[in-house]
C-alpha cells in the first residue's frame, strides 16, 4: 500500500490488473486496510504456492506488480561466484607482491619472511582454516539470535558460534597437516605429524577467525564509519596472527621476527574477506 500512496483502492486496483477479481470473506468485506489487501494479495497467488512455494510465488507477484523483491537464486549464486573469483585474484596479488616485499625487509631488517611457495601455502591452509570458519560465524551468529534470542544471551550465542569456529579451524588445519606431511614424505622431507610444535601452531592459529569474528561484532556495536570499521577489523585481525606467532617464537626460544609477516597476511586474507562480503551482499 505505501507504493500506491497508502490508498486500499489504488493497489486494490493494481492486484486486480495483473490478476483479476479477487474476492475476500465476509468480515473484510468492510474493511479497506492492509489486511483485507494481504488476503486478496495470498488469493491471488494460492495456485502458485501450491506449485512453487510461498516465497517464490510471493516474489513473482512482487515482480508482476513491479514492487522490489529479493533476488533469485541464480543473481546470488552469481554474486557468490563473483565474490570467489575476487577473493582468489586478491590472494594472488598477495603471493605476487610479498615475496618481493620480503627480499627488501629481510636485507634491510633482518625479518624472516615467506618465499612465494611458502605464500601459496600460507594462502590454501588459512584460505581453509581462517576464512571459512570466519564465514561460518558472520553467516550463522544472526541466525542464531534470531532462534534462540529468548533462551541464549547474546553472550552465549557467541560463546557458542566461537566454539564453532574453533573445532571447524583445528580440524581443517589438522587436514591440511596430513596433507602437507603426506607431500613432504614423498618428497623426503623432515616434516612430521609427530612433531608436537606442528600442533601447538595449529592449536593457537584456531583461535585466529575467533578473534576477528570478535572484532567485527566490536566494530557493528561501535557504529564508525565503514571503513574506519574494516582498517579496525583488518588491524585486529593482523595482530592476532602476528601474536599467535610471536608466542609460537618465544615457545622456540628463536625470534626472528616472522610475526610481522603474519601481522601482513593476516591484514590481507581479512581485508580479501570484507571486500568479498561486500560483493556477495550488495
Not at 46 to 62: H, M, P, V
Not at 205 to 226: D, E, G, M, V
Request: aromatic share 14%; net charge positive; with cysteine.
Amino acid at each position: 500500500m505505501q507504493v500506491s500512496g497508502n490508498s486500499y483502492d489504488a493497489a486494490r486496483v493494481k492486484l486486480e490488473a495483473v490478476k483479476g477479481e479477487c474476492p475476500v470473506p465476509e468480515e473484510y468485506v468492510s474493511r479497506k486496510d492492509a489486511g483485507r489487501l494481504s488476503y486478496q494479495m495470498l488469493w491471488a497467488i494460492r495456485g502458485s504456492i501450491l506449485d512453487d512455494g510461498f516465497t517464490q510465488a510471493n516474489n513473482d507477484l512482487k515482480i508482476a506488480l513491479g514492487l522490489p523483491a529479493p533476488p533469485h537464486i541464480r543473481t546470488r549464486f552469481t554474486r557468490v561466484a563473483a565474490s570467489a573469483v575476487v577473493y582468489i585474484m586478491l590472494m594472488a596479488l598477495f603471493i605476487s607482491v610479498c615475496p618481493l616485499v620480503g627480499a627488501i625487509v629481510e636485507t634491510r631488517y633482518g625479518f624472516f619472511w615467506s618465499d612465494t611457495t611458502g605464500c601459496i601455502r600460507l594462502s590454501l591452509k588459512f584460505t581453509m582454516a581462517f576464512t571459512l570458519p570466519l564465514l561460518l560465524a558472520v553467516s550463522v551468529y544472526p541466525l542464531r539470535r534470531r532462534a534462540y534470542h529468548h533462551i541464549e544471551t547474546p553472550f552465549q550465542s557467541i560463546a557458542t558460534v566461537a566454539a564453532m569456529q574453533f573445532a571447524m579451524s583445528f580440524i581443517l588445519h589438522e587436514i591440511y597437516n596430513v596433507i602437507e606431511a603426506s607431500v613432504s614424505f614423498s618428497l623426503s622431507d623432515t616434516s612430521s605429524l609427530l612433531d608436537a610444535k606442528t600442533h601447538i601452531i595449529t592449536f593457537l592459529y584456531s583461535l585466529t577467525p575467533i578473534l576477528a569474528f570478535l572484532a567485527i561484532l566490536i566494530s557493528r556495536k561501535l557504529q564508525h564509519h565503514p571503513l574506519i570499521a574494516y582498517a579496525f577489523i583488518c588491524v585486529l585481525s593482523g595482530a592476532a596472527f602476528a601474536l599467535c606467532d610471536f608466542v609460537y617464537e618465544l615457545h622456540n626460544q628463536v625470534i626472528d621476527y616472522y610475526f610481522v609477516h603474519q601481522f601482513v597476511f593476516g591484514f590481507w586474507i581479512t581485508l580479501a574477506f570484507i571486500i568479498c562480503g561486500r560483493i556477495r551482499r550488495n
